[in-house]
């Protein structure tokens, strides 16, 4: 089972990387242009399509939307009580709760889901990729442009209501509830199909990009507080909420857990980019983005083992 994993979920995301890393150290490569490219364009297409052509309603997306912001609520007091106590080893507390409280749950946690949970987990998978969508460009924009503890929460707030992002998450659900989507085998959603299944790959490379001019030394010796975090404290978090929460369908919430408990996401690290002022001086040597970044990494080879183990837990049944 490890190597099926390994090879179905976890090798396209380290060869893209990888990719990326090789491309990072031996040419010069704008970071910054091409992650405006994602945020504007690339992404926004595949947050629309996605929401809109993926069934979402009824009281199993009531539930977990209420499990996701349930979710965000605790680890953002668990990242904020965890910052407090080990201020000396960590960056901002923002760039804390991004890699602990925003899981990988679409390239890595679909077709994770997938292969775990057949076809009700793919679903449940993008269910929960689409909600989560929407949290992440509201509440995870917000905090990636707060950059420091003394940012202006009003200017934060300006920049997140820039974001075509937003507007396409609004769009596709009033598409949706108003029965106005446009045909899926039109030129229009083809086209977004097109434009937003490009978003996956452009972000793998541009974290591969951002780990080869990543500073390492300062950066990996301070990620270990982020993965007990998001693979071991979520973990136990979202199965909590799973209990609590009382998902009729034991598929469906097995599929939550084991999506909360994937690895760091890549999209924080492009709000932080597109946000963050590339002059400002590192906080403790390194950058955010150099601390996600590591954090988005290790998280992701760190959690082939964690994950198999919970693979099998959640199959046996034995917890829900």
Sequence with gaps: MLTDVFLTAILPIVSLAGVGYLLGRFRTVDVGGLNTVTIYVLAPALVFHSLSTTPVGGVTALKIAAGIGAYLLIMGVVAALVHRATDATTPT??????VSAFPNAGNYGIPLSDFAFGPVGRSTAVLY??????YMYTVGAYVASLGGDAADGRTA??????????????AAFLLVRLDAVPPVDGTLMRTLEL?????????LLLLGIQLANADYASALSRVG????????VAPAVGLGLALLLGFGDPVVARTFVLEIATPAAITPLMLVIEFRDPDAAPTEGITDAEYISSVVLTSTLLSVPVLTVLIVV?????VI
């Design 314 to 318: 959640l199959q046996s049944g034995a």
């Design 195 to 203: 434009t937003g299944n490009s978003t996956i790959p452009v972000m």
């Design 129 to 134: 990729l689409s909600i989560q969508s929407i």
């Design 93 to 98: 507390l923002g760039a804390l709760f991004l």
């Design 157 to 170: 707030v300006t920049k997140v209501l820039r974001l075509p992002l937003v507007y396409a998450v609004v």
């Design 225 to 232: 507080v982020a993965n007990v975090l998001k693979l071991g």
